[in-house]
């Protein structure tokens, strides 16, 4: 028995010290393979964290071009096209602008960039006699023969070159044939120029209340409808149909362009607002002061504009198309001067209605449309925001009324609604 317990006594001193000699290989052999492990690990974490940065780094300076820079003191406009900036802030007036290329631009969005010397020579350096007076823009033909009217963009400060950017950006982004359409820009330097297709029968304005001398045509009852329908229709696109949607905020005749088959389009986009689902406050010094006949009231008194706001606005050029007056006009007697005030309470009486008319349309249209018109008028123009109609429900009432004065329209070389 005391044998076996110094046997047992002496195999376990063998085994302590066997401990002791394998103990720190045993650790160098595991350490090493987690060090390893761990070394690769962060070598992978930190070459994918540098190729992000790296793509983020491109990124910005793809997009650097197209960006508004709002630290600027003085300009902030920068085509979106390609563009050559090689000369220094000093010699540009302290700004770098974009400066297109010599010769046309590929389109970006279908719009065109366009130089000062071809918008100089399209119009004829802005020459007197291109001058479309009721426009205030020049009436030019590009190179490829493509006649255009070319507007200077006005000149505001800071929220000019702002301005300018936001109606280039929309305007490339709206497509619809009762809209005019936006053929390109020129953003060259200090100047600021908008080319939209030319609209060859004038605006609404020249044929309801002309003020120069060229004369047009008297717009038969069938154009007229024709020009409800399609104003209509573009305000229905803008509304309803536009992603995001848009609120015009500046509907009068004016505004309102006719081409050659007398299809009205849709033109003076400057106080536009994207999103027509939300309330926009539009400070008062930014309004247009002198179309307050076309201001729904809350908009002239609150500046809150939504859609409705534009539907009211509608109403008036419903009301200048039925009658032939003008939506302010302090040379009529008193109480006739505001079309909406000396119109709404007639509207809704037969006899009064067929009075209102426009005398160069007497005994020219049906009783039945014109009573119809004047009821759409009336819905426009309520007070109250809430009563007033949706522009897809003004579509559908009119397209009935377009159907019957075909034959009228086909005399005037009409295409389709």
């Given at each position: 028995?005391?044998n076996?317990?110094n046997?047992?006594?002496?195999?376990?001193?063998?085994?302590?010290q066997?401990r002791?000699e394998?103990?720190?290989?045993?650790?160098?052999?595991?350490?090493?393979?987690?060090?390893?492990i761990?070394?690769i690990?962060?070598?992978?974490v930190?070459?994918t964290?540098?190729?992000?940065?790296?793509?983020?780094?491109?990124?910005?300076?793809?997009?650097?071009c197209?960006?508004?820079i709002?630290?600027?003191?003085?300009c902030?406009?920068?085509?979106?096209?390609?563009?050559?900036?090689?000369?220094?802030?000093?010699?540009?007036?302290?700004?770098l602008?974009?400066?297109?290329?010599v010769?046309q631009?590929?389109?970006v969005?279908?719009?065109?960039?366009?130089?000062?010397?071809?918008?100089?020579?399209?119009?004829?350096?802005?020459?007197?006699?291109n001058?479309?007076?009721?426009?205030?823009?020049?009436?030019?033909?590009?190179?490829d023969?493509?006649v255009?009217?070319?507007?200077?963009?006005?000149?505001?400060?800071r929220?000019?070159?702002?301005?300018?950017r936001?109606?280039?950006d929309l305007?490339?982004?709206?497509?619809s044939?009762?809209?005019?359409?936006l053929?390109?820009?020129?953003?060259d330097?200090?100047?600021?120029?908008?080319i939209?297709?030319h609209a060859?029968?004038g605006?609404?304005q020249?044929?309801?209340h002309?003020?120069?001398?060229?004369q047009?045509?008297?717009?038969?009852?069938?154009?007229?409808?024709?020009?409800?329908?399609h104003?209509a229709?573009a305000?229905?696109?803008?509304?309803?149909?536009?992603?995001?949607?848009?609120?015009?905020?500046n509907?009068r005749?004016?505004?309102?362009?006719?081409?050659?088959?007398?299809?009205?389009?849709?033109?003076?986009f400057?106080?536009?607002k994207a999103?027509?689902n939300k309330?926009?406050?539009?400070?008062?010094?930014?309004?247009?002061?002198?179309?307050?006949?076309?201001?729904a009231p809350?908009?002239?008194s609150?500046?809150?504009?939504t859609?409705?706001?534009?539907?009211?606005s509608?109403?008036?050029?419903l009301?200048?198309?039925?009658?032939?007056r003008?939506?302010?006009?302090?040379?009529?007697?008193?109480?006739?001067?505001t079309?909406?005030?000396w119109?709404?309470?007639?509207?809704?009486?037969?006899?009064?209605v067929?009075?209102?008319?426009?005398?160069a349309?007497?005994?020219?249209?049906?009783?039945?449309?014109?009573?119809q018109?004047?009821?759409?008028?009336?819905?426009?123009?309520?007070?109250e925001?809430?009563?007033?109609?949706l522009?897809?429900?003004?579509?559908q009432?009119?397209i009935?009324?377009?159907?019957?004065?075909?034959?009228?329209?086909?005399?005037?070389?009409?295409?389709?609604m």
């Open positions: 028995m005391a076996n317990t046997q047992h006594d002496h195999l376990e001193r063998i085994a302590h066997s002791h394998i103990q720190p290989s045993s650790v160098l052999i595991i350490a090493i393979p987690v060090i390893i761990i070394l690990l962060a070598i992978i930190l070459v964290l540098l190729r992000r940065l790296r793509i983020s780094s491109g990124n910005n300076d793809t997009n650097s197209e960006r508004v709002d630290d600027s003191n003085k902030e406009f920068i085509a979106h096209s390609t563009i050559n900036i090689s000369s220094s802030p000093e010699e540009n007036g302290g700004c602008y974009g400066i297109s290329k010769g631009l590929g389109k969005r279908g719009v065109q960039v366009f130089t000062l010397k071809e918008a100089e020579m399209a119009t004829g350096k802005f020459s007197e006699a001058l479309i007076r009721s426009r205030g823009a020049y009436k030019g033909v590009l190179g023969g493509t255009v009217a070319v507007e200077i963009f006005g000149r505001h400060g929220q000019w070159e702002r301005s300018f936001s109606q280039v305007l490339s982004q709206l497509c044939p009762y809209i005019a359409q053929l390109g820009y020129c953003a330097h200090h100047h600021r120029l908008l939209f297709e060859s029968n605006s609404l020249d044929h309801l002309p003020r120069h001398k060229v047009f045509k008297t717009l038969s009852w069938g154009i007229r409808l024709r020009i409800a329908l104003c229709r305000l229905e696109y803008l509304h309803e149909k536009a992603a995001p949607s848009v609120i015009h905020g509907f005749c004016s505004n309102i362009l006719l081409d050659h088959n007398f299809r009205a389009k849709l033109t003076g400057e106080l536009a999103g027509s309330l926009h406050i539009v400070p008062i010094k930014t309004r247009v002061i002198e179309a307050t006949g076309y201001l809350e908009y002239a609150t500046g809150k504009l859609a409705k706001s534009d539907v009211y509608y109403g008036v050029v009301l200048e198309l039925l009658t032939g003008e939506p302010i006009d302090t040379t009529r007697p008193p109480g006739e001067h079309l909406v005030s119109a709404l309470p007639r509207l809704t009486n037969r006899d009064e067929v009075d209102m008319i426009d005398p349309l007497r005994n020219m249209c049906p009783k039945k449309d014109l009573l018109v004047a009821a759409i008028a009336a819905m426009c123009v309520q007070a925001a809430d009563y007033r109609p522009m897809m429900d003004v579509v009432s009119l009935p009324l377009l159907k019957n004065q075909s034959h009228v329209l086909s005399s005037f070389n009409s295409n389709s």
